[in-house]
C-alpha cells in the first residue's frame, strides 16, 4: 500500500502507541496485503527481554513475513513495531506515521540479528570476515576489537577451526552456524530466525538446533519461525500459532502443543506429529 505522506496507526496501534521497555519486542495491530490478499490481519504480539518465542504454523500463514516485519524488510499497512521500547521504521507526529530515512532504518537493523534460511554469508570473505563485518560498517567498531569479538563467537558455536575457510568451504549447519554468530556479532536486543533448519540436510538439522540451544540458554531474547515442534517444546517459553494471518492461539508449550483449545491448533499438530 503506498504511503505518499504518512499512515494511520489504527486503534490497536494507537492503544499501545506509548514507548515502553517491558517487551523486547511489541506488535500491534499489524496488518500487511500483497497483491490485495491480506497475509496478516491485525497481529498483536509481545516478547519480554530473555524469552524465547516460537511461531508455528502452516505454510503461507504470514509467519516469515511477520519476522521481516519486525526489522522493517517488510513496511505495515496498518500497526506499530517496537524493538526496546523504540518504534521500528517509523516517527510519529500526531496520529499518523512517517518512515524514517533510510540511513536510521539500518541503525535500527543493527540492534535487531536475522538468521535466514539460506544463510546469505558473503562468498568472497572468510568466516571471521563475515562476522565482523557488521559490527565494523553498521555499529563503527574497531576491526580488530570486531574481529576479536567474532573469534569468540565462533569457538561458542563449535566453528573457532574454521575462521579462515571460506563459506563454500563449509557444510550447510556449519554455514547456518556462522550466520547465528555473525547475528550476535551486532549485540542485538532480539535475534530473529526463519525457519533456519529447513534449508538443510536432516543429518545437518541438529548441530544448528544445538547452537540456537545455547544462544537461548544464554539469556538472549529470540523470536523464531520453525517446523521443529520438538524443539519448540524444548526451548520456547511461549509458542503461537498462526494462521491464515491471525494469532489463533498462543501460550506455554505444554498448554498449545498438548493441551490446545482451538480447533485449528489441533488440525495442524495432528498433520505435523
Do not use: C, W
Request: no cysteine.
Amino acid at each position: 500500500m503506498r504511503r505518499p505522506e504518512g499512515h494511520r496507526t489504527g486503534e490497536a496501534a494507537r492503544n499501545g502507541a506509548a514507548a515502553t521497555t517491558e517487551y523486547a519486542v511489541e506488535l500491534r495491530g499489524i496488518r500487511k496485503s500483497y497483491a490485495g490478499t491480506e497475509v496478516l490481519s491485525g497481529v498483536d504480539l509481545a516478547v519480554r527481554p530473555g524469552e524465547v518465542t516460537a511461531v508455528l504454523g502452516p505454510s503461507g500463514s504470514g509467519k516469515s513475513t511477520l519476522l521481516r516485519i519486525v526489522n522493517h524488510l517488510e513496511k505495515v499497512d496498518a500497526g506499530t513495531v517496537r524493538v526496546g521500547g523504540e518504534l521500528v521504521g517509523y516517527r510519529r507526529r500526531g496520529d499518523r506515521l512517517y518512515e524514517l530515512p533510510e540511513r536510521e532504518i539500518l541503525r535500527q537493523r543493527s540492534r535487531i540479528g536475522f538468521v535466514f534460511q539460506n544463510f546469505n554469508l558473503f562468498p568472497h570473505l572468510t568466516v571471521l570476515e563475515n562476522v565482523a563485518l557488521a559490527p565494523v560498517a553498521a555499529q563503527r567498531r574497531a576491526r580488530s576489537a570486531a574481529e576479536k569479538d567474532a573469534s569468540e563467537l565462533l569457538e561458542r558455536v563449535g566453528l573457532a577451526d574454521r575462521a579462515t575457510a571460506y563459506p563454500r568451504q563449509l557444510s550447510g549447519g556449519q554455514q547456518q552456524r556462522v550466520a547465528i554468530a555473525r547475528a550476535l556479532a551486532l549485540r542485538p536486543k532480539v535475534i530473529l530466525f526463519d525457519e533456519p533448519t529447513s534449508a538443510l540436510d536432516p543429518e545437518l538439522v541438529g548441530e544448528v538446533l544445538d547452537a540456537i540451544r545455547g544462544v537461548a540458554r544464554a539469556g538472549a531474547t529470540l523470536l523464531i519461525v520453525t517446523h521443529e515442534v520438538g524443539f519448540a517444546r524444548e526451548v520456547a517459553d511461549t509458542v503461537v500459532l498462526l494462521d491464515a494471518g491471525r494469532i489463533v492461539e498462543q501460550g506455554p508449550p505444554h498448554k498449545v502443543l498438548d493441551d490446545p483449545d482451538h480447533d485449528r491448533t489441533k488440525a495442524f499438530l495432528a498433520h505435523v506429529l
